[in-house]
């Protein structure tokens, strides 16, 4: 999978439950292994009224990551799923009133259509 930037004609959002809890500037370094994904999502934004549908405790840490999640990507009207992701690690994250902003995390993905 080619490395994509958010842009006018580019989307990439994050679901849970059928719920859009956020969205994100960039994925990259998306690669195949031996049985899943693996990559980087970077300037994450969760809604933090949705964020509960992820993580079971009150902090944001990859091993609270409860239920996975899935990308999608939306770019010239073609839509790519990153299905069942979840967090290997989060880099750095703050809060604001509204958000979680995430800057940079590393990602295992269970499949990709």
Not at 10 to 26: F, K, Q, T
Not at 32 to 61: C, P, W
Request: glycine letters at 2%; one cysteine or more.
């Amino acid at each position: 999978m080619k490395d994509i930037m958010h842009s006018d004609s580019v989307s990439i959002e994050l679901y849970c439950n059928d719920i859009c809890i956020g969205a994100a500037r960039m994925l990259w370094n998306i690669k195949k292994t031996k049985y899943d994904y693996e990559g980087e999502i970077g300037r994450i934004r969760l809604d933090s009224q949705h964020v509960k549908e992820l993580f079971n405790r009150a902090y944001i840490m990859a091993i609270s990551q409860h239920r996975p999640f899935h990308i999608i990507v939306t770019e010239d009207n073609k839509h790519t799923v990153l299905e069942n992701v979840w967090f290997e690690f989060i880099l750095y994250s703050y809060t604001t009133d509204k958000f979680i902003i995430i800057n940079q995390a590393r990602i295992v993905v269970e499949s990709i259509f």
